[in-house]
């Protein structure tokens, strides 16, 4: 079982940034590959992006592509969304995801077995 644990969220200005934070309980959180979702209102939930149980290999959706980064501290048991440039379309309720089935970097949300509570962010613009 794990327990994840989502920070980081707000109300931002359009080209503003982010650091979102997932802190996951246990000891094993080296062996899940790491993702986030989203979910704005009226929509269906987002992959965002994944990244590897070692953190060598990450995916993207393609509208965040070089504005966004995750990554991961295993010392930490912490996944960690940086956010650059955001834009009023990236307004949504952000969740974080533990994967554990042996997929690199796993984007269907079928593929994660725990989730966060979710942290809002909101870009004005």
């Known amino acids: 079982q794990v327990q994840l644990v989502e920070s980081g969220g707000g109300l931002v200005q359009a080209g503003g940034s982010l650091r979102l934070s997932c802190e996951a309980s246990?000891?094993?959180?080296?062996?899940?590959?790491m993702g986030w979702f989203r979910q704005a209102p009226g929509k269906e939930r987002e992959f965002v992006a994944a990244i590897s149980r070692s953190g060598s290999s990450t995916a993207y959706v393609d509208s965040v592509k070089g504005r966004f980064t995750i990554s991961r501290d295993n010392a930490k048991n912490t996944a960690f969304l940086q956010m650059n440039t955001l834009k009023p379309e990236d307004t949504a309720v952000y969740y974080c995801?533990?994967?554990?089935?042996?997929?690199?970097?796993?984007?269907?949300?079928?593929?994660?077995?725990?989730w966060g509570q979710g942290t809002q962010v909101t870009v004005s613009s």
């Open positions: 246990g000891r094993t959180f080296s062996s899940y590959a």
């Open positions: 995801a533990a994967a554990t089935l042996p997929i690199l970097t796993p984007t269907h949300p079928n593929t994660y077995a725990y």
